[in-house]
């Protein structure tokens, strides 16, 4: 398992920052260590929108602050999806558009965040990034040849909401609401960091490999935990209907 060292180099521009990754380990069983430095850029494009000059410069301060949180988080981010072998991007570009109208995605190293969603919610702009830089990380090239992407996204959503947020922002999926383990994003998360907890600490760690080397079959639940994933499912859930559980 790799071994990562982040010192952070401030250049003096507020939108370009460095990270160094340093991965150390390799799964011949051969020691070593590589140190890589990712550029993370992030720009405001203001062009089909109409922002007043207050807009403009909230734009400008939630992208530098984008740029402040990868510097900050990428290498735990690598870390805890124990990505630390895999090659990394040389560069991170972050583009604060009015093109883009989710909230918002992310292709290889590129992402795009809506500037009518910064501007709406800035504070869930670090946290979007978070989630977002979990995707650059992943890098999930290969067909697995089922269907994971309620995976991937849980995974994004784990590094995010218990690994980043605060603890009083975790998400708890409500019974009423009948989560499921599949149910994707912060309710997959949720189940993930309880089936970390339980059953082995390194379960996102494996799930990512698995995913990354396109491996994965549901069976890999059965090989980590023991359990299928619906019996996981079945647990889980019954652990939320304990009312003094939070
Ligand atoms: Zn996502």
Request: contains cysteine.
């Amino acid at each position: 398992m790799g071994c990562l060292q982040s010192p952070v180099w401030h250049l003096g521009l507020p939108a370009f920052l460095l990270v160094t990754a340093t991965s150390v380990g390799f799964a011949n069983g051969t020691s070593g260590s590589v140190a890589k430095r990712t550029l993370i850029v992030s720009s405001v494009d203001v062009s089909g929108g109409k922002p007043d000059a207050d807009q403009v410069k909230a734009l400008q301060a939630i992208s530098d602050n984008a740029v402040k949180t990868g510097s900050r988080y990428y290498s735990r981010i690598i870390s805890l999806l124990g990505a630390g072998k895999h090659p990394q991007a040389e560069k991170v570009t972050i583009s604060f558009t009015y093109a883009y109208k989710g909230v918002a995605a992310t292709g290889g190293d590129h992402m795009e965040v809506a500037n009518d969603y910064a501007l709406k919610r800035p504070n869930d702009i670090p946290g979007v990034i978070v989630h977002e830089l979990a995707h650059v990380v992943q890098a999930y090239s290969k067909d697995t040849g089922y269907d994971t992407g309620w995976l991937t996204e849980g995974i994004a959503d784990y590094v995010r909401w218990f690994n980043f947020e605060p603890k009083a922002k975790r998400p708890h999926p409500q019974l009423k609401r009948n989560p499921k383990a599949t149910g994707s994003y912060q309710t997959t998360g949720a189940f993930l960091f309880w089936t970390v907890g339980k059953y082995d600490r390194n379960l996102v760690k494996k799930l990512n490999e698995a995913m990354y080397d396109g491996s994965y079959t549901p069976g890999i639940w059965k090989k980590l935990t023991g359990k299928t994933l619906e019996e996981l499912n079945t647990e889980w859930v019954s652990t939320l209907s304990e009312p003094n559980k939070p």
